[in-house]
């Protein structure tokens, strides 16, 4: 059994932000004080300023800046929504309240804030995120989207009403949200030895009935498709914090690469966000070579498919020997097939058969 | 020989103009309300203001008892009045008139006002009235008709009355038949442009349910009254040539040119008929038909005439277009231009334009064009007119304006002899020396308009810019107050004072 590393991370994060938010109030209450017009420099997120780097394994920002001034009469309104968003976004972390993208953007209104729509919102959060650093998880706004968590996991809640009250994350046979709740949560114990991420949610539920967090010693995480930023970072964590090592299984074809792709290096989108990402993690199926070797019921590629191959072909984060091997098996054979291709050969077969292949020729 | 004599006989202008009314504007019912409205207004305006006595004028239409259809139509001016003698002549003889000469006015020959009387005649067979004084001890009221085949008036009835306060102008009362209903429109548009253009009259109308429009005089000066002048040698045709050669007196061309021609000094007149071909000592009296036709083809090619003065023009002047359009159309801006005189074949003429914006001017779909010819306004036919085509082919985007904004383009043409298209008197027609001067006219205004909308709206937008920042940098001040755990919020009123210093720089 292995003890937590950072029993206090979630906290510590807490009043990073907190101090994050009030040193950006700061720097433009000086402004103002000084009779200047409030003005602020951030990392440039255009796209000609988005680098690879290898070292880190994900999309950085590179050294362009952009300023926002507030003499600037197309700055101001952009400029006021983030100058309020930080407020707020204060407000909400340091009485520990959650929100959503969506529930941002009703709030703004309360203030006489005005936002076009929620698009407008999402993008002055993301503005947020860069001028601090860090991800709107960290300052409580959440995505609507939510995956789930299953294994022997026990956590503590920082969240108010439930501080200090522990779980066990397998108190639920359909496995417990990672919403904000487990997100500021603190680990306290596993007997886990690696955790397994599944895109379906057929599959998710099919390893719990099976027993796989007992059989191989694993905590499951349900993806449900492109994983959601909190899932990401809650995957990290484990990896980090726990120093479990990370499965992922998707479909086989370039969609399912890409989601275990991002959960590994990031995306583009995210370039301005370290922290979020965790490089160690291994995308262990379905391969392309699977469907010939396992003999798995399969589609013929569309045309998207084969461009989406030749698009990640050319991509810095697929250079690695696996995904250039299983892209050129993709464009040899032209097929694919889903997670739920094993079931041809009866319900427990992907469970019985190809998952102890699989892990064993990884862990080798 | 008698055959031919007994099919072809001479008729009389009164019946020329029986048999053509619809050229004169009396086509339909509707019309010849307009027309009949028009045509006296028209008359007590040239009885007025050449005179220098600012007009009031006077109108009532009203029904005739108990017959929807006809209708007694009243005018009444104040001008210099009509001599007792030439009354009857002067309304119900075609062709006579004091106009016979050569400078602006609105009608020429009295045409309008006898044709008038004959349409109220034809149709309701009811004399007309006309009580007049020059100023006199007596006041003249004549009941007349007119004689038709023989065009002569008949002296129905004529009654002599006091007149002791000296007034002076002209009352006409005739009956004609009409559809007034269907004029309306058109009528109400007719004095309202009038209006425009005589903005130093008081012009007033009582319609057939007595409602009452009222045009005040706002201003009171008159425009320049126009000088006589002699013929162009430009603008002569053969038949004045001979009218010309006629009554003249003098014995040699040389003279001849020098008496009866415009701008013809001793030099010119030489010049021409070395040119022409003619010894400076003929007789003019002497031209044989066929000399008479070279000697004005002569004139017409002869590139060394003055071109005409414009002394015999009356052009409203800036002045008073501004005020009649200020008055009329209450405006938020106006702009007019007289351009410079100019001629074309030897008839001089000047071109008025303005153009009014906002205000109580809506915004159409279109661009709205008033039309003016020796002070009427033109409000049929529209689309066949010059200025109606220049109006079109203008790129107004040029001038930062759009048809669909709310102003009005005025096109006012003065001469001795205006271009027309038709007879119909409704058209200008196409003349390259007139249309350049209409466009030049219509560039010159729409520019100053132009430069009017783009600064406004450059006062507009920013307006708009100082209210953003009034609107932002207040909330910027509070929420990063709080952010900061501060309680003072920084005044901003410095900022935004430093932003209107920056816009009027």
């Known amino acids: 059994m292995k003890k937590s590393r950072g029993l206090t991370t979630a906290r510590r994060k807490r009043k990073e932000v907190l101090v994050k938010l009030e040193r950006f109030g700061h720097e433009l209450y000086e402004q103002l004080e000084k009779g200047l017009f409030p003005q602020i420099t951030m990392p440039s997120r255009s796209t000609d300023n988005i680098y690879y ?105 920082t969240v108010p009403n439930y501080e200090g009250k522990h779980l066990n994350l397998t108190s639920h046979p359909d496995g417990v ?70 499965y992922i299984f998707t479909d086989a074809d370039p969609w ?109 | 020989m008698k055959i031919i004599s007994r099919t072809f006989q001479e008729i009389s202008p009164a019946d020329f103009f029986y048999r053509n009314r619809d050229i004169a504007g009396f086509s339909n019912p509707a019309r010849a309300i307009f027309s009949a409205i028009r045509e006296l207004i028209e008359n007590s305006l040239d009885a007025t203001e050449p005179a220098g006595i600012l007009p009031d004028i006077y109108v009532r239409l009203s029904f005739m008892n108990g017959d929807q259809n006809i209708y007694v139509l009243r005018v009444e001016d104040n001008g210099l009045g009509i001599p007792a003698d030439y009354v009857p002549l002067a309304f119900c003889q075609f062709l006579f008139s004091s106009k016979y000469k050569l400078k602006q006015s609105r009608g020429t020959f009295g045409l309008g006002g006898t044709m008038t009387i004959l349409y109220g005649q034809i149709t309701t067979n009811k004399p007309v009235k006309v009580t007049s004084s020059t100023g006199t001890s007596k006041i003249y009221e004549y009941t ?5 085949e023989r065009n002569r008036p008949v002296v129905l009835d004529r009654k002599i009355y006091n007149n002791r306060e000296r007034w002076h102008g002209t009352i006409v009362e005739v009956s004609i038949e009409g559809d007034y209903s269907k004029a309306m429109p058109k009528v109400l548009e007719y004095l309202k442009q009038t209006a425009i253009v005589n903005p130093y009259a008081n012009i007033m109308f009582v319609d057939p349910r007595g409602r009452l429009y009222k045009f005040e005089r706002t201003v009171k000066t008159l425009p320049s009254k126009p000088r006589e002048t002699l013929p162009h040698p430009h603008g002569i045709d053969v038949e004045t040539m001979y009218r010309i050669i006629r009554v003249t007196r003098c014995k040699t061309l040389l003279d001849f040119m020098r008496e009866h021609f415009h701008r013809v000094g001793k030099r010119t007149a030489q010049r021409f008929l070395k040119f022409a071909g003619f010894p400076e000592d003929i007789n003019p009296k002497k031209l044989k038909p066929d000399e008479i036709v070279r000697f004005v083809q002569a004139m017409k ?77 033109l409000v049929y036919d529209e689309s066949g ?11 107004w985007r040029k001038y930062g304006l759009a048809p669909g904004m709310p102003f009005t383009v005025l096109v006012h043409i003065c001469s001795t002899k205006v271009p027309w298209k038709t007879v119909g008197k409704e058209m200008i027609a196409d003349r390259p020396e007139v249309s350049r001067e209409i466009l030049n006219g219509i560039r010159e205004v729409a520019r100053k308009l132009g430069a009017y909308v783009s600064k406004k ?9 100082l209210s953003v920042f009034a609107k932002y940098l207040p909330k910027i001040a509070e929420f990063s107050t709080r952010l900061a755990g501060k309680k003072k919020v920084p005044d901003v009123g410095e900022l935004l004072r430093r932003i209107r210093k920056f816009e009027k720089e």
């Open chain 2, 385 to 395: 007119d010059v200025s109606w085509k220049i109006v079109k082919s203008i790129n």
């Open chain 1, 177 to 246: 949200m990672i919403g904000p709740a487990l997100t500021s949560a603190e680990f306290v114990k596993t007997s886990a030895d690696k955790v397994i991420a599944i895109e379906k949610g057929g599959l998710f539920t099919r390893f719990i009935e099976e027993r796989v967090h007992e059989k191989f010693n694993a905590i499951l995480v349900f993806l449900r498709g492109q994983a959601p930023r909190s899932t990401r970072y809650f995957i990290r964590r484990l990896n980090q914090e726990l120093g479990l090592p990370v």
């Open chain 2, 457 to 465: 709206e450059k006062i507009r937008r920013e307006k708009a810019r």
């Open chain 2, 301 to 377: 090619n002869f590139n060394d005439f003055l071109p005409p003065d414009a002394d015999c023009l009356s052009p409203l002047g800036e002045k008073i277009l501004k005020a009649g359009i200020l008055k009329e159309l209450e405006p938020e801006f106006v702009a007019v231009s007289q351009r410079k005189p100019s001629a074309y074949a030897g008839h001089p003429f000047i071109i008025e334009v303005g153009i009014a914006y906002g205000g109580k001017i809506p915004a159409r779909e279109d661009i709205t064009l008033y039309r003016f010819a020796n002070k009427i306004p």
């Open chain 1, 53 to 157: 780097n290898p070292e880190l394994r994900q999309y950085v920002l590179g050294d362009k800046k952009v300023k926002r001034s507030t003499r600037n009469i197309r700055h101001l309104r952009p400029f006021t929504q983030l100058v309020w968003m930080a407020f707020f976004t204060h407000e909400l972390t340091s009485n520990q309240k959650t929100s959503t993208l969506r529930d941002v953007f009703y709030s703004a209104q309360a203030y006489d804030i005005s936002f076009k729509d929620q698009n407008e919102s999402d993008n002055i959060i993301t503005d947020l995120e860069t001028v601090l650093g860090c991800t709107r998880e960290d300052f409580n706004v959440f995505p609507e989207e939510s995956s789930a968590v299953f294994g022997d996991l026990t956590i503590e809640y």
């Open chain 1, 256 to 364: 399912g690469m890409h989601i275990a792709m991002v959960i590994i290096s990031g995306s583009a989108n995210a370039a301005h966000i370290r922290e979020l990402t965790t490089p160690d993690a291994k995308w262990a199926g379905v391969w392309a070579s699977d469907i010939i070797n396992y003999k798995l019921p399969n589609d013929k590629l569309k045309d998207v498919d084969i461009k989406r191959l030749h698009e990640l072909m050319r991509d810095p984060r697929y250079k690695g020997e696996l995904w250039q091997r299983e892209i050129n098996v993709f464009l040899k054979f032209k097929r694919k097939c889903e997670l739920e291709a094993f079931s041809r050969y009866g319900l427990t077969h992907i469970v019985d058969k190809y998952l102890p292949e699989r892990l064993k020729e990884m862990e080798d």
């Open chain 2, 144 to 148: 007349l008709m007119i004689d038709i």
